[in-house]
Nanobody
Framework: QVQLVESGGGLVQVGGSLRLSCAAS????????MGWFRQAPGKERDFIAI????????YYANSVKGRFTISRANAKDTVYLQMNMLKPEDTAVYYC???????????????WGQGTQVTVSS
């Protein structure tokens, strides 16, 4: 059972930056694809970014492409999401997830963190 813990959320002004971290409880480097998703109140959970086991070829949702960067430090079992040029519509609870398949569908991920709130004020 993999446990994931997100951190780094908070309140930021429009155009600002935040870096989210997701620490895993066990070795994930060679086992799981890692992804970031978000969910705003009253909305479905949306895909943001995923990264392969090796850290190559990240894949992004169009809404965040060019502003967000996903990366992973396999030696630390940690995944990051660097968020720049934040917009009010980025406000949501952000979740990291681990799964066996390189997919943007949240339904294919087996393990989830508790989420961290990101609020972008205008």
């Amino acid at each position: 059972q993999v446990q994931l813990v997100e951190s780094g959320g908070g309140l930021v002004q429009v155009g600002g930056s935040l870096r989210l971290s997701c620490a895993a409880s066990e070795r994930t480097a060679s086992t799981y694809v890692m992804g970031w998703f978000r969910q705003a109140p009253g909305k479905e959970r949306d895909f943001i970014a995923i990264i392969s086991r090796s850290g190559n070829a990240p894949y992004y949702a169009n809404s965040v492409k060019g502003r967000f960067t996903i990366s992973r430090a396999n030696a630390k079992d940690t995944v990051y999401l660097q968020m720049n040029m934040l917009k009010p519509e980025d406000t949501a609870v952000y979740y990291c997830a681990a799964g066996p398949t390189f997919s943007s569908s949240w339904r294919l991920y087996d393990y989830w963190g508790q989420g961290t709130q990101v609020t972008v004020s205008s």
